[in-house]
């Protein structure tokens, strides 16, 4: 699922990829990516690092109740930064859903897409 990611249906946005990547040195600056398929060996202190894809989305993102959205960030599962560009939903800094700059955001990504 590297390459070829799990799709979304009904307007639902695509997965992102899996990846698999070690950090070595002292700081851990130095980066490997592994490919999907491959037998190696970890040092001491090595760090390494597994990101799954997860699933595809369901439906359209836009059309995501705005609470919904705002429970997800409050949560962790989506940033307050995603949010906005994604879903279109202005969470404020107090965690709350802005609903002017969520009209005016998904009104925004609306004519970006037409």
């Known amino acids: 699922r590297e390459k070829v990611v799990p799709w979304g249906v009904f307007g639902g946005l695509d997965a992102t990829g899996s990846s698999c990547d070690v950090y070595r040195g002292p700081d851990h600056s130095e980066r ?19 990101e799954t894809p997860g699933g595809g989305g369901w439906g359209d993102p836009l059309e995501r109740p705005p609470a919904l ?18 879903y279109g939903v202005v969470v404020g800094a107090d ?5 002017a700059g969520t009209d005016a955001r998904r009104a925004e990504l609306r004519r970006a897409g037409a």
């Open 95 to 99: 965690g709350v859903v802005d609903a």
């Open 32 to 50: 490997v990516h592994l490919p999907s398929k491959v037998t190696t060996f970890l040092q001491h202190r090595d760090h390494l690092r597994t």
């Open 69 to 86: 959205v705002e429970r997800d960030v409050r949560e962790g599962l989506v940033s307050a930064a995603r949010a906005a560009s994604v």
